[in-house]
C-alpha cells in the first residue's frame, strides 16, 4: 500500500469554528494537508481558505443534518477525489445532576455527540473501503473512561462513542482502515463554556456534590493547550501503527490510571464469585 504523503492526503474535520477543531484545521493546512473545513456557521471560516484555495474548502455543515452531511461529502470528493482522514470533533457538553437533567439537552447532546458523529462515519466509509484505506479519528474524552457528578448524561455519550470505536476498529481492519478515539482532560476550548448549557441542581445534595465541578468550568485556566494537542492528533494519523486510544492532558494519564488500577483490583477482589456464575466444567 503506498503511503500517503502530506501533499495529496484529504483530511476531513467537523467543528472547526473554534478549540479542537479550528487548531487542528490550521496545523494541518500549514503542514501541508488538503483540508476541508466545516461548521454550522460557514462565515466562522472565512480565514482558512483565503491564500489557500485549492487546497482548503470550507463548507456549512450541521452534524445532525442528514442531507448536509451527504452533501458536504460529495463535496469534498469532487474537489479533492477522496477523503483519508475524517475528523469528527463536532460536540458539546452539558452540565446537571442526572435527576435534573432536560431530556431535550440531553437528546440534542446524543444527537451532535454520537449521531452526528456516526452519520458522519458512514457517510465516508463507502470511499474508504474502496481505497481500503483511511483513518477515522473520534474525539472522546477522558469522561470516555471515567465519571464525574454533574456529567451523566455527556458521558453517556462518550461511552457509546468509545464502545462503536471499538468495534468499528475490529470490522474495518480488513480495508485497512484505522480508528482512533481521542480522549482528552481539559483543555483551553469553549467547550465547557460557549459549546455546553448548565441546569443548576434543585437538590442541596447535589449541589454539594458538584459544587466544584460547576464553579470551576470555564475558567480559561484549564492545563491543556489545543495545539498540541492539534500536533498530536496529527503525530497518530501518520504513524504506521496508531493507537485505538490517545489520552491528550496529563489530568486524562492520572485518572485513566487511577480508574484502570482500581477496576483491576475490584476484578480480582471479586474474582471466585465471577467465575462461579458459569457452570461446572
Not at 503511503?3 to 478549540?19: D, E, P, R
Request: one cysteine or more.
Amino acid at each position: 500500500m503506498i503511503k500517503l504523503t502530506a501533499a495529496n492526503k484529504v483530511w476531513f474535520i467537523t467543528g472547526c469554528s473554534t478549540g479542537f477543531g479550528y487548531e487542528m484545521a490550521d496545523f494541518a493546512i500549514k503542514a501541508g494537508y488538503n483540508v476541508v473545513v466545516t461548521a454550522r456557521n460557514k462565515d466562522t471560516l472565512k480565514g482558512f481558505e483565503e491564500g489557500n484555495e485549492t487546497s482548503v474548502l470550507a463548507l456549512e455543515l450541521d452534524v445532525t443534518k442528514p442531507e448536509q452531511i451527504k452533501a458536504a461529502v460529495q463535496h469534498a470528493i469532487d474537489k479533492f477525489g477522496t477523503i483519508d482522514v475524517l475528523v469528527n470533533n463536532a460536540g458539546i457538553g452539558y452540565f446537571s445532576a442526572v435527576e435534573d437533567s432536560v431530556e431535550e439537552e440531553t437528546r440534542k447532546m446524543f444527537e451532535i455527540n454520537f449521531w452526528g458523529l456516526m452519520n458522519m462515519t458512514n457517510a465516508v466509509l463507502p470511499t474508504m473501503r474502496g481505497q481500503k484505506s483511511g483513518h477515522i479519528i473520534n474525539f472522546s474524552s477522558i469522561g470516555g473512561l471515567a465519571s464525574f457528578p454533574s456529567l451523566g448524561y455527556y458521558h453517556a455519550t462518550k461511552y457509546a462513542v468509545e464502545g462503536i470505536s471499538e468495534s468499528l476498529s475490529q470490522e474495518l481492519a480488513p480495508f485497512h482502515i484505522h480508528v482512533t478515539l481521542i480522549e482528552p482532560s481539559s483543555f483551553r476550548t469553549d467547550w465547557s463554556g460557549r459549546s455546553s448549557v448548565k441546569t443548576e441542581p434543585s437538590i442541596p445534595e447535589y449541589k454539594q456534590v458538584m459544587g466544584a465541578i460547576l464553579e470551576g468550568v470555564g475558567k480559561g485556566n484549564e492545563a491543556g493547550d489545543p495545539k498540541k494537542a492539534a500536533e498530536a492528533v496529527i503525530t497518530v494519523v501518520e504513524s504506521e501503527q496508531p493507537p485505538l486510544r490517545l489520552l491528550l492532558g496529563n489530568a486524562a494519564y492520572q485518572v485513566a490510571s487511577y480508574k484502570l488500577t482500581n477496576l483491576l483490583k475490584s476484578i480480582e477482589e471479586w474474582k471466585e464469585t465471577t467465575i462461579n456464575a458459569d457452570f461446572p466444567q
